[in-house]
């Protein structure tokens, strides 16, 4: 199969340009093939055995990148090219707020010599669609370095960012004895949630945490948070918007999680319901930046810290 190289060469592109959602560096001597009404927009390379199509934005109906993704590849690529099975994918989280999903596949009777691809990125309920018939090492690069080179406006109102961030609720648990749980809701760019603690902020979450059901794609409609959970399973929940940077989910009170001064942290911090047990970690903030981390009857390591 042929493989999209991670990196760009020099002088391949032309003065940026856009469409419908989408901004790229058009690649440099392609021929560019104006749409057709609302057909897409495509660069044809000048050995003519490579090109690229851009098609116009379509609605999602809130499904999650990847289930976009398998929908676009059934009728932009697999029935067009000989019924291709859907490939293994790349899953992007884009700083602009995207999702992009990647995959590509050896053309039938091309003795692997030429590759079809497809490119999708999702926000809210709008998937656009990028796909790529590729033949040669340099038209690789190019279209490799073409994807790299796609930006895409902002979300809207209502769709990507709507919700941001981690919003917590505390709740008790009677398991092995009373204990403080916090169950939390984090919001992530391109409408994805997670259900499973961050540790770290949006730009750090790591995807491979994610498992069925504690990751998916949601959307939002004035009252209703519908979330498409990557095992398929679909959560329709009350919606509202609390004063205070609050939500209500189904009933019950969520809190928008606030950064932590290093004056806040100062003083000595024990797991919740575990005061007084020998084994109980701690965390120790000295005023001047250092800390430990131990037991309730030792330090053990310690350092420094910044909290932002």
Do not use: H
């Not at 190019?142 to 919700?163: D, M, T």
């Amino acid at each position: 199969m042929l493989v999209l190289l991670p990196f760009a060469a020099t002088g391949l592109f032309a003065q940026r340009a856009s469409f419908d959602v989408a901004t790229f560096d058009p690649p440099a001597g392609w021929e560019r093939i104006a749409p057709q009404t609302t057909g897409p927009l495509s660069f044809r390379s000048p050995d003519k055995t490579s090109q690229v199509f851009l098609f116009p934005v379509r609605k999602g109906a809130g499904s999650s990148p990847e289930d976009n993704f398998r929908a676009d590849w059934a009728r932009l690529v697999g029935g067009p090219f000989g019924n291709l099975a859907v490939p293994k994918t790349n899953v992007e989280q884009r700083a602009d707020g995207w999702t992009s999903v990647t995959g590509a596949a050896n053309l039938p009777n091309s003795r692997g010599q030429q590759a079809v691809l497809l490119f999708t990125a999702t926000s809210g309920d709008r998937v656009f669609r990028c796909v790529g018939t590729v033949a040669g090492q340099q038209n690789v690069a190019v279209v490799g370095a073409f994807l790299r080179s796609l930006a895409f406006e902002a979300a809207k109102s209502g769709e990507a960012g709507a919700l941001s961030g981690l919003y917590f609720t505390m709740r008790t648990a009677m398991v092995s004895g009373a204990r403080l749980e916090a169950d939390t809701r984090f919001f992530l760019p391109g409408n994805r949630v997670a259900r499973v603690f961050p540790f770290g902020s949006g730009d750090r979450f790591d995807p491979s945490r994610c498992s069925g059901d504690t990751c998916g794609a949601y959307t939002l409609s004035g009252t209703r948070l519908s979330i498409r959970w990557d095992n398929g399973r679909v959560d329709e929940l009350a919606y509202e918007s609390v004063p205070g940077e609050r939500i209500r989910l189904d009933g019950t009170l969520y809190r928008a999680a606030k950064p932590v001064a290093a004056a806040t942290l100062t003083g000595t911090w024990g797991a919740a319901g575990q005061t007084g047990v020998a084994a109980t970690n701690v965390y120790r903030f000295g005023a001047d930046g250092t800390f430990t981390f131990g037991t309730a009857s030792q330090n053990g390591l310690g350092g420094r810290f910044t909290a932002r």
